[in-house]
């Protein structure tokens, strides 16, 4: 094997590893870049999803509401047939 023959693979092994340190770096980023990116979504949805609480939370009181109705309108037919002897 001559000398120029082993310099070549070297050249050959540096570029190969070259390559793949390259490739490695640049999904380590782009999955950095995504990661981010997720974040960020993530903190726009429980923002927004915070605010569908605060506008919905009124409805609850509905079933309270329909509760008090009920009983006035039992209240009022009471007295209605009461006052109808």
Do not use: F, S
């Not at 590893?17 to 380590?28: D, E, H, K, Q, S």
């Not at 960020?40 to 609850?60: D, P």
């Amino acid at each position: 094997m001559t000398l120029v023959a082993l310099a070549t693979g070297w050249y050959v092994g540096w570029a190969i590893g070259l390559v793949v340190v390259l490739i490695a770096a640049t999904l380590l980023l782009t999955l950095i870049a995504l990661g981010r990116r997720i974040t960020q979504q993530a903190v726009e949805i429980t923002t927004a999803l915070e605010g569908v609480h605060r506008n919905t939370n009124a409805l609850w009181d509905v079933r309270a509401t329909n509760h008090a109705i009920d009983r006035i309108t039992r209240g009022l037919e009471a007295a209605r047939k009461n006052l109808a002897r």
